[in-house]
């Protein structure tokens, strides 16, 4: 079982991943960047315009539900407690 499970993407369940032998690789997201703000967008004569923040906020929020940070960094910890590779890719 080379496999790596989290359960349903929550930092609870990143702690029962299953290494083996295979080296653990993760993507760098850069979450911090991505659940920022939407900056507000205003037209030429003054008024508002959408800019996508109801979206925005959307995403925000279920990345944040999610972890994504305490996930990576709690794989990252255990496959490197277990001595297995752990790879971050750009």
Known sequence: ???EW??????SGAGHSNTGTL??????LGVQPMTRRVKPKEDEHGTWQSNGAAA???LSAAIMRR???KVKEFSTYKAL????????VP
Not at 6 to 11: F, S
């Open 6 to 11: 989290v359960y349903r993407g929550t930092a």
């Open 23 to 28: 080296p653990l690789v993760l993507e760098d």
């Open 67 to 69: 972890a994504w940070g």
């Open 81 to 88: 407690r277990a001595g297995k590779l752990c790879l971050i």
């Open 1 to 3: 079982m080379g496999w």
């Open 56 to 58: 925005k906020s959307g």
